[in-house]
């Protein structure tokens, strides 16, 4: 069982940076393949970014590569993104999420999801 929380999301002028965290409780977090999605209102939850349970591989959306960078610190059971160069389209609520089985960019690939962090991105 994992627990995860996300914070630091906020409002950001265009062009501004914000850095997600997301915080794991329970046991094995370093067996997990490690995930960002986020949902717009009226549209599904995309996937953004994932990272292999060592780190050393990252997954990107074509939507965010070259701005976000996904990383993660194990022995601190946590899980960052950071987001540069935001534009209004990635307004959304930003879930972390954790999965047992091998690398997914389909939510429903995930067993473990946090409640959410909201970041919208002015004009």
Do not use: H
């Not at 690398?103 to 970041?119: M, P």
């Amino acid at each position: 069982q994992v627990q995860l929380v996300e914070s630091g999301g906020g409002l950001v002028q265009a062009g501004g940076s914000l850095r997600l965290s997301c915080a794991a409780s329970g046991r094995a977090f370093s067996s997990y393949i490690m995930g960002w999605f986020r949902q717009a209102p009226g549209k599904e939850r995309e996937f953004v970014a994932a990272i292999s349970e060592s780190g050393g591989t990252l997954y990107y959306a074509d939507s965010v590569k070259g701005r976000f960078t996904i990383s993660r610190d194990n022995a601190k059971k946590m899980v960052y993104l950071q987001m540069n160069s935001l534009k209004p389209e990635d307004t959304a609520v930003y879930y972390c999420a954790a999965s047992g089985g091998l690398y997914s960019s389909i939510a429903s690939s995930y067993e473990y999801w946090g409640q959410g962090t909201q970041v919208t991105v002015s004009s």
